[in-house]
């Protein structure tokens, strides 16, 4: 079925086909850099989830600091897991 021709020269049709085709393409770029940020692996803002991009722009977190004694007693709580697991692996 072919459309009007009058339909292909209303302005506002061809406005909204305008918009939506740039936002398309913008959703294009954003993956492609992804994509090209996956293949040069760094990690950046441009790896980020699509929802998170379009809300305005991404501060990288800030890793945070152990201080000596937390890493002392998180290692001493991760050991004391790996034991009781091997013991109770020995006995079965």
């Known amino acids: 079925m072919a459309r009007p021709s009058s339909a292909m020269t209303d302005p506002a049709l061809l406005t909204a086909a305008l918009e939506g085709l740039e936002l398309q393409r913008k959703r294009i770029d954003d993956q492609i850099s992804t994509v090209r ?24 977190r800030r890793k945070r600091v ?27």
């Open 37 to 60: 940020g996956m293949l040069s692996g760094r990690k950046s803002a441009a790896t980020a989830p699509a929802s998170a991009s379009t809300s305005g722009p991404v501060k990288a």
């Open 66 to 92: 152990l201080s000596e004694e937390a890493r002392l007693r998180i290692a001493a709580a991760q050991k004391k897991r790996w034991a009781a697991f091997r013991k109770g692996k020995k006995t079965e």
